[in-house]
Every structure is written in structure tokens, then in C-alpha cells.
């Protein structure tokens, strides 16, 4: 028989549907936001005194840009944090309280209007900031003080605080490895430049059905595109990692590599690469760690292969050792590498390395250990037979269970 709740029971249910979830945030990132913010407002408001002096007799630090300074350094990824966000948002903000005071006088009813209007523009203007609802009531019921700045207001201190805390967000965020600002178009670009999607895309949802579910969707996210794209493309992973297993780097690399070093001659690379029928040597140094990579594609773009009946004899120009002591063309491997190299360490998840193999157009990626030498290569095709392979495990399960 089931048990009846009493009224305080069924009261103490209801009150716990309104605490927020647990964030799901490093200690080091609070402190890191915290950090930023008490730096920040700190080195606003003394730059501002700095600048003004005692000429203008206005606040060193208003009031909403205390809630500026949470986007920018809590959240800075938030479409809402971006650097035209705060600084157009507040200052257009700041110019409709003042208009409306001007017009309408001071009044709770203009507070309302100007808070309002100001929210329309900055929707308008594609630059929502929520202080800058702030701004406009501070404009409207800020005092004796503010109200005497008039259109001033909107410079000083307005203007001046909102620009000296983005440019110091901007500075802080990427010294502490937070992208800011972030891209505010998606792009929908194709790898080669085609109409086709990117095959990134073709694996699961596609650029275009995101956009398609947030025009529904019809509210403001606090949350980029890019992020969101990029979280439902990480659960895709991690999803596909739960379904077929741990397969590692390591299971399905080549281990015997060729490679060459940076005074490797083209001519002995090109025939190290013809000889072993493969695209792509490894550049490495002494310690065997990847420094470059050398490929087909390096070759023919230093051969300057723009005619096609010309093709063997330039590619033969090119690999030839020249004999005397100065030489106006590449003579070593070191001279056409590709380089920085992206590499991928031995125990990451092959899943991971699907948009670099396909968004990103690798064909070829060294594989290193912990102290990053080099210990295989991993092609698209060692890719393909790997998601294949685990593809049959998958449906072997499923027709054992």
C-alpha cells in the first residue's frame, strides 16, 4: 500500500524543485573568475580616476558595470559577454535613460519606459547586455550627481568604464586560456570550398539543423553557437565511445614509421617515400621528437607544378642535389616541411581524432608518447578500418544478446 504524504513532505518536495543544479565547474576556474573580476574592477576604476582626476565630479566605477565584470570574466564565452554587448549595450542603454529623463523627467514611470526602450535597442542593435537594463535605470534615479552630467553621462563614466573592462577581459582571458571574444557567425564553410557539407557534418546533425532547432527554440541563449555546436559534437564522442569501447591510438597505428630529419636531401625522401609507397614522412630531431612533416602535397607545391606538361622534369628540378655551394631552390627536407605538426598522443580515443582527419583535412597524423616522440603514424585509412571494426563488435553484441 503506498504511503500518503503529509502537506510538509509534499511542501519540502516542492521548495527542492527550485534549487539550481550543482555547476559543474573547477575550483580553479572559480577562482579564475574571481580572480579576473576583482582585478579587473579594480584596474577600471583606478584607470578611470587616473584619467578623469578631479575634473569630472562623477562615480570612478558605476554600479552595472559590477554585473559587466560577471559576464566577462564568469561567463565569457556568453553571446551576452561580447565586446560590442557591453560596450554598445550599456552605451546605448545610458543614451535612452538619458533621453527619457530629459523628456520625461524623473519618475518611476520613466525608469520603467527607459529600462524598456533601452532593452528594444539593444535587441535592435544585436548587443543585449543585461546591465545595460542597469544603466538606463541609473540614468533615470542615479542621483542629484548623475542627473547633472546630462549627455555626458554616457561618456564619462558610461563609455570609458565599459571599454577599459573588456579590453582588460580581453587581455586576462586569453592569458588564462579562455577564448575571448568568441566568433559571433558560424561557419558553414565546406573543407574544400565546395557546396558540400563538411564531413565533419555528414557524421551526425549538421550545422544547418542547429540553426534550424535554435530559430525554433525562438529564446536568447546564454551560451554561443560555437559552444553549443561544439558540446553536441563532444557528446556524440562520448556517446560513440560508450557504445563501442575504448580504442585507442595505440590499437590501430603503424609502429615500424619512416621518417626523415630536417637535412634529410628531397631526393633521398622522395625515394624513401616511393620506395615504401607511402604519402607522408615524419620530420623528427635528435630526441625523436616531431619538429615538421614532409608529404606528396609538399613536393608539388615547391616543384611550382602549374603545367602539366612540364610535370616529371619539374619535379625532377626540384629532388636533383644541386653540386655547387649555393643553391636558389630547396635542397632539404627541412626547407619544404609542413610544420607545426598536429600530433595526437598514444592513448587518446580514435573518436577524437575525427574532425581533425575530416573537418580539418588530415590525412596523416604521428602519434607520440607521454614525452612526445614519436612512436606511429595514423592514417584516415587506419580511421576507417578501426570504426569498422568496432562497428562489428557492436553488431556481434547485439546478435549475441
Known sequence: MRRKWSLSEMSLVWLRTFLPAGMNISHIERLRACGGMLAGLLLTGLATQFMLGSVFRVPMLLAPIGASAVLLFGVPSSPLAQPWSIVGGNVIS???????????????????????????????????????GAVALTAVLGGPVILGLGYQFVVFPVLLN?????????????????????????????????????????????????????????QVLDVSRDDLESLFLQTEMHAYRRRFGEIMCSDVMSRDVVTAEFGTTLEEAWTLLRQHRIKALPVTDRAHRVIGIVTLVDFMKNANLDVYETFEEKLRQLIRRTRDLHSSKP????????????????DMHIVELVPLLSDKGLHHIPIVDDERRLIGMLTQSDLIAALYRGKLTDTEIKTAG
Not at 514611470?109 to 524598456?116: F, K, Q, R
Not at 528594444?120 to 543585461?130: E, K, V, W
Not at 592569458?175 to 563538411?198: F, I, K, L, N, V
Not at 635542397?331 to 598514444?346: C, D, F, L, N, S
Request: glycine share 8%.
Open 94 to 132: 545610458a543614451l535612452v535613460g538619458v533621453t527619457c529623463t530629459h523628456f520625461m523627467g524623473v519618475s518611476m514611470m520613466t525608469a520603467a519606459i527607459a529600462t524598456s526602450l533601452a532593452v528594444g535597442a539593444m535587441f535592435f542593435s544585436r548587443c543585449l547586455h543585461p546591465p545595460g
Open 162 to 218: 565599459s571599454l577599459l573592462l573588456m579590453l582588460f577581459a580581453l587581455a586576462y582571458n586569453n592569458a588564462t586560456g579562455r577564448r575571448y571574444p568568441h566568433a559571433s557567425q558560424p561557419d558553414h564553410s565546406s573543407t574544400h570550398g565546395t557546396a558540400d557539407a563538411r564531413p565533419i557534418d555528414r557524421l551526425g546533425f549538421t550545422s544547418h539543423d542547429l540553426d534550424e532547432v535554435l530559430q525554433q527554440y525562438n
Open 331 to 346: 635542397e632539404v627536407v627541412g626547407q619544404i616541411m609542413t610544420q607545426p605538426v598536429k600530433t595526437a598522443r598514444h
